[in-house]
């Protein structure tokens, strides 16, 4: 029997129904299946507007110079532009695969290959992967998940999540880069949203959202009646002041405030994409950069001052007989406008400062000027915490990361090169394409070649773990617990969850002596263990001290969040009659081959 064929111009339509997904391939395998079939239906699925909604739903961040390169070398052609990115997300996985299999050097490498090939244009298929399911005893309750889960999925999961991070933040450090030969008023909203890369967060996002509540401002202007048109208002002082108060009041429905008490000193308010959302209770910086950004795009000329007691903005017009005058957007539900003459020299006062010096204070800031105030105020931030509000450590250690960057950047100071220094362990893919490839080229030649030494010590270092194995059968001394084994401090009765052993205590004596390792009952000649606890901090346990124990079912569905390198380690997890144990990550199989099975008897056999 003959089947007729439909007119090409159904066919096009009935494919035109598929709907654009994200997380899935549905609609793109129809679509690729078509391309299979007859001539005319692979003419249809071949017509390229209907393969641009599933790109753009696919593939919602990029490289923007490597997308106008793959326009250009496509002809614009959707479908074909499809199968490149697809080319790459394949490459990605395959990378990311070797990642999580091997060990040592090898990987730092294949992160800067990431980095160096794909850029931006990896990021769709890695926050995938990071987001990948997890096995059942790590979802939460009554969480469905129908996709099929990958191998290695947890530490799969650790893995995009650093190779992510390393791409942002490699980025931020090349666009910091440039302000110091090119720092204009058009960077700043770039620059400061480069701030929140460092939390695995895209600046193109932050800039999405400015330009969302740019385009709510307007629709705010129009519903209450106040000038949009910058030809109309700029050439109007008594307008072009009504502008910007009614930006602030724009905010101030927004959700957006001054923060108050212990709010102010929250460490989540420093960073762009906390601050537009969850944070909005806000410091003046944060707040100023919001009101420049909406300003401008209004048609405003505003920019930050680095004013002593509180960052203001300061607006002025292109008309000569409209006066400069500045905006407290902190304080703006008191005062907004403040003037040259009766308010600055005020403020110059009450922070202590003699008003003869007024002229440093009150011109437009820099970028960079701003990106070293907005760093200062996370250090400061760091030592002010809150009573029990202080920010999970992972938090803690990248906000403290993205500032001595940017201090190493501009300060050129050998201090924060060193504590980068002490804080990459935590983020061990930024090595080569972050700290090597972006920042070095940067600093001046001395601190360039400190930072190659350091780099390259680590290099070394993975290299010999990677051929470092620990059997049991080698050991001249009993060593009782193993890795994977969930354990409670005797002493100070935190939960941890061990990760490496040694037979004797391989500390240094300066450790040794501070915390009385020789007070322990078998003193140093017993084995410890490495171990993180449940804030994600690093241990170094005595045997003395661990006691087996479990997880209860809330902390079990936190272990990734509060604690995300125990991804890198471990896969899965047992529990049984109040003991429980990790199942090992390839790493940790390949560093501790006898411990999967030493463990699993441990857990059956219910030996103390």
């Known amino acids: 029997m003959t089947i007729r064929e439909l007119p090409f111009d159904l066919y096009v339509q009935i494919l035109e129904q598929l709907t654009p997904l994200t997380g899935s391939d549905e609609s793109i395998i129809v679509l690729i299946s078509c391309l299979k079939t007859s001539t005319l239906l692979r003419a249809a699925a071949s017509v390229s507007r209907l393969w641009e909604p599933h790109y753009r739903a696919r593939y919602t961040i990029c490289d923007p110079a490597k997308e106008q390169s793959r326009k250009r070398s496509t002809g614009g052609d959707w479908r074909l532009m499809y199968f490149e990115r697809r080319r790459i997300d394949l490459e990605t996985l395959e990378i990311l695969f070797k990642i999580v299999m091997e060990r040592g050097d090898g990987r730092l490498e294949r992160a800067r290959e990431v980095n160096t090939k794909f850029s931006f244009d990896a990021w769709n298929v890695l926050e995938m992967a990071a987001n990948c399911p997890l096995p059942d005893t790590f979802r939460e309750p009554g969480v469905s998940d129908r996709r099929p889960i990958p191998p290695h999925a947890v530490p799969l999961r650790f893995w995009a999540q650093m190779l992510l991070g390393a791409i942002a933040r490699s980025d931020a450090v090349c666009t910091w880069g440039k302000l110091i030969s090119n720092d204009t008023p058009q960077s700043l909203e770039l620059s400061f949203a480069c701030m929140s890369s460092f939390f695995v967060y895209p600046p193109m996002k932050v800039l999405s959202q400015l330009e969302e509540l740019a385009t709510l401002c307007k629709i705010y202007f129009i519903k209450h009646q106040i000038p949009i048109d910058p030809a109309e208002f700029t050439s109007d002082s008594a307008k072009l002041r009504l502008v910007c108060s009614s ?3 724009f905010l101030w429905s927004c959700g957006f405030e001054a923060a108050d ?8 308010n420093r960073f762009p994409h906390l601050f537009l959302t ?3 209770a806000t410091i003046p910086i944060s707040l100023v950069y919001i009101f420049v950004c909406i300003a401008r795009k209004m048609g405003v000329t505003a920019a930050p001052t680095d004013f002593p007691s509180r960052v203001l903005a300061v607006v002025s017009s292109p008309h000569p007989d409209v006066l400069e005058f500045f905006v407290d957007v902190f304080g ?5 406008i403040l003037t040259l003459h009766d308010d600055i020299p005020r403020f110059l006062i009450q922070a202590g400062i003699h008003t003869n010096t007024i002229l440093p204070w009150i011109g437009s800031a820099s970028s960079t000027s701003m990106l070293l ?8 931030s760091v030592n002010n915490f809150p009573a029990g509000a202080a920010a999970p450590e992972v938090e803690l250690h990248t906000a403290i990361y993205a500032s001595l960057v940017i201090n190493a950047i501009f300060m050129n100071d050998r201090r924060y090169l060193l504590n980068i220094m002490k804080h990459i362990n935590r983020f061990l893919l930024d090595l080569l394409p972050v700290l090597v490839d972006s920042l070095a080229p940067l600093l001046h030649p001395y601190l360039q070649e400190q930072l190659t030494t350091h780099c390259n010590a680590i290099m070394e270092d993975e290299k010999e773990a990677a051929t470092t194995s620990h059997p049991r059968s080698a050991l001249t001394r009993e ?9 409670k401090h005797a002493a100070h009765g935190y939960v941890g969850y061990v990760y490496g052993w040694d037979p004797s205590c391989a500390a240094d004596e300066d450790w040794i002596r501070e915390m009385g390792v020789d007070l322990l009952s078998r003193g140093r000649h017993q084995p410890f263990y490495h171990a993180l606890d449940q804030s994600g901090s690093l241990r170094y346990v005595a045997e003395d001290n661990i006691r087996a124990t479990y997880l ?3 902390d079990v569905h936190r272990i990734f969040t509060d604690a995300p390198r125990a991804g890198m380690y471990f896969e899965d997890l047992t529990q049984v009659d109040g003991r429980a ?8 199989n390949a560093a501790y081959p006898d411990d999967e099975a030493f463990g699993d008897r441990w857990l059956r056999q219910g030996e103390d």
């Open 373 to 380: 105030r907005a760093s200062r105020n996370v250090l400061a």
């Open 552 to 554: 209860e079912p809330a």
């Open 332 to 336: 703006s539900r008191t005062q907004a």
């Open 581 to 588: 144990r990790f199942l090992l990550s390839p790493e940790l």
């Open 261 to 268: 008490g212990e709010r102010f000193h929250m460490l989540q």
């Open 479 to 487: 060593v009782k617990f193993f890795v994977g084994m969930v354990f």
């Open 278 to 280: 969850t944070h909005q």
């Open 247 to 249: 930006i602030c009041d």
